[in-house]
């Protein structure tokens, strides 16, 4: 008898099929929100515990106009002086890609684990003295802005894999592994030769299609 795929939803609905691919982040399958009934198989959880799970947000500011240099994609502030973080800022200018006075910030490291728990305002505040000591003649202050929080979003709980200490190549090898030909797994950290992008992430879903469809998924060597 063919083994069948059962999802229950916190709603009370119940899905069967005969497949069910596994989308959800690291961070989540981390979580142990979802419930496997039976428990995934021994090498599949030490993968999901191996792997790392890291914070990365964006912070986008809109302006009344652009103050800075036009013919410049990147702004970078490093102020190695000050002992307490965050004294780093990076920003990508999106004038000239789209001609909207639009800088967003790329927030890596413990300044992105701040932006998680802090409030609106004093993230805005911080980016803008930031701006603000590199344009000091011609800043002016933001009419709009949109902050990521990834980490704190429950269907993310973070924002990509990272090899973690101890962890492996093998690790994202088992990542992608099915499970009783019934639950398939996709998503950046199934893809071995490219994790923590959106492309792998694409390359894993055609993947699990072709592996579903009973293909030969060795012709995506890199998914």
Known sequence: RKRLAKVFTQSGKVFIADACVV???LGVLQSGDITFSPPLPRYKQLAISKLGFGVFNKVALRFPAVFWPQDQDYLARACPGERTAPNHFFFLSMWRCSETPVLVSLVTGELAEMVETAMDFQVVELMCTALKGMFPESFVPPVS???????????FQGCYSYAAIGASDVNYFDMSQPVNNVLFFAGEATNRWHPSTVHGAIYSGLREGMRICGEDVASMQHA
């Open 145 to 155: 802005y949109s902050i990521s929080r990834w980490k704190s979003n429950p269907l």
């Open 23 to 25: 989308t959800v982040s």
